[in-house]
C-alpha cells in the first residue's frame, strides 16, 4: 500500500507540474513585455502540504502586482498583453490542464 501512495503521489505532482507549464505558457503569451525582466521573472513551483499537492507560478520582479492589477491602468507595448495574465492564462489553458490532471493520476 505504501509503495501505491508514493507512484500516486509522483504521478499527481508530475501532473501538477505539466498543467503549471500550460498555464504559465499561456500567461507568458499575455505577459506585457518592455524589458522581458516580468517575463523572466516567472516562476513555478510544486510542493507537498499535507495530503495535497499544491502547485504555484508566479513574478518575482516588483512591478508585476501593479502590472497585473486590472485597477492600475496602463498601456502596453505588445498586442498580446493583457491585465491579469497569469489569471487569464490559467483560464485559457483549463480544458488542457484539466485532461493532464485526469491523465497523471489514472492508473
Given at each position: 500500500?505504501?509503495?501505491?501512495?508514493?507512484?500516486?503521489?509522483?504521478?499527481?505532482?508530475?501532473?501538477?507540474?505539466?498543467?503549471?507549464?500550460?498555464?504559465?505558457?499561456?500567461?507568458?503569451?499575455?505577459?506585457?513585455?518592455?524589458?522581458?525582466?516580468?517575463?523572466?521573472?516567472?516562476?513555478?513551483?510544486?510542493?507537498?502540504?499535507g495530503?495535497?499537492?499544491?502547485?504555484?507560478?508566479?513574478?518575482?520582479?516588483?512591478?508585476?502586482?501593479?502590472?497585473?492589477?486590472?485597477?492600475?491602468?496602463?498601456?502596453?507595448?505588445?498586442?498580446?498583453?493583457?491585465?491579469?495574465?497569469?489569471?487569464?492564462?490559467?483560464?485559457?489553458?483549463?480544458?488542457?490542464?484539466?485532461?493532464?490532471?485526469?491523465?497523471?493520476?489514472r492508473?
Amino acid at each position: 500500500m505504501p509503495q501505491f501512495v508514493t507512484r500516486t503521489e509522483q504521478r499527481g505532482a508530475r501532473g501538477v507540474a505539466q498543467a503549471l507549464v500550460l498555464g504559465a505558457a499561456e500567461a507568458s503569451v499575455m505577459t506585457p513585455i518592455d524589458t522581458s525582466n516580468l517575463l523572466n521573472s516567472q516562476y513555478r513551483d510544486v510542493s507537498k502540504h499535507g495530503k495535497a499537492i499544491v502547485g504555484r507560478v508566479g513574478y518575482t520582479a516588483e512591478h508585476a502586482l501593479p502590472v497585473h492589477d486590472p485597477e492600475h491602468k496602463q498601456q502596453f507595448r505588445r498586442a498580446t498583453a493583457k491585465k491579469e495574465f497569469l489569471k487569464k492564462g490559467f483560464e485559457k489553458a483549463e480544458p488542457n490542464i484539466r485532461g493532464v490532471i485526469t491523465g497523471a493520476i489514472r492508473v
